[in-house]
């Protein structure tokens, strides 16, 4: 039977040469495409690959964002494999330490891309047969196959938060582009932050500016896990910044800012339960 794989990469002319290659070696089925990460995590909820061919640079959620998200959502989707592809070397670590089955280097080399294939196989083997054979009967191989994914993901979930707590602890200012200037902000002076088209605008109550950060998840690796809350998947907001919570139509909420416009944000329908229970609404 075929693998199923998917890749996601938010270069055009790397998913045409990864695909090719891959369909070369006529063992994979290649069932969709996508260009960031956003894409990768609903592709994989709708197609269920065996194997993710998963770009670690990309705009909106990188590589490593899109497995945090799969790994939060794991109970409710099938965790495929994970092969990270990268042109720098030095995600190669990381990328083990997330338990990816492998990585690959661009320019994509033909032997390398057969060698994670022959990777991939066995790992789906070793899931498939017998706990995880289709053939399998008797609650007691289940539970014994569900508690094996279940080990898993707790790892990969603990090794995340590990490499992320460092990171959060260390800045206490941010640095913005004003203008010309780079300005450091204490990161309790910042209101909320958020991304339009890849740029990420930072606002305190008296200045607004830009942040080098690429995602939202990056600059939130930076500031205070217990102040800065993502409100919405384009909003960070300051909890200790709101000034008040508007309701909205269909039971859903509005933050109303403290900056000089006094800026409303929404709230998604995911973080309604969040922002009941850190105002006891």
Not at 83 to 100: I, P, S, W
Not at 259 to 279: C, G, M, N, W, Y
Request: charged share 30%; aromatic share 6%.
């Amino acid at each position: 039977m075929a693998i199923r794989a998917l890749i996601v990469d938010d270069e055009q002319l790397a998913r045409e040469e990864l695909d090719y290659l891959l369909r070369r070696t006529e063992e994979v089925q290649i069932v969709a495409q996508g260009k960031n990460g956003v894409e990768a995590v609903e592709l994989i909820r709708a197609h269920q690959p065996d194997v993710v061919f998963l770009d670690v640079q990309m705009p909106g959620l990188d590589g490593f964002a899109v497995l945090k998200k799969l790994l939060d959502k794991s109970r409710k989707i099938s965790l495929p494999q994970i092969v990270f592809a990268t042109a720098f070397d030095q995600y190669a670590v990381r990328a083990f330490e997330v338990n990816a089955v492998d990585y690959l280097l661009k320019p994509f080399d033909e032997v390398r891309v057969r060698q994670t294939l022959q990777k991939v196989k066995a790992r789906l083997a070793k899931t498939e047969s017998p706990a995880g054979s289709k053939e399998a009967t008797g609650d007691g191989t289940h539970n014994r196959a569900q508690n094996a994914v279940d080990d898993r993901l707790d790892t990969l979930m603990r090794l995340l938060e590990q490499q992320q707590t460092p990171a959060k602890a260390t800045a206490s200012k941010i640095v913005l582009r004003v203008g010309g200037r780079l300005l450091l902000v204490d990161q309790r002076d910042i209101c909320f932050a958020s991304i339009e088209e890849g740029t990420i605008s930072v606002v305190t109550h008296n200045t607004e500016g830009h942040s080098n950060c690429r995602t939202l998840e990056e600059l939130l690796d930076l500031l205070d896990p217990e102040i800065f809350w993502r409100a919405h998947r384009s909003f960070l907001v300051n909890i200790h910044r709101i000034q008040e919570v508007v309701p909205w139509f269909k039971s859903s909420y509005q933050l109303r800012m403290d900056d000089r416009r006094h800026t409303e944000i929404p709230v998604s329908r995911a973080q309604t339960k969040r922002l009941r229970e850190l105002f006891n609404l």
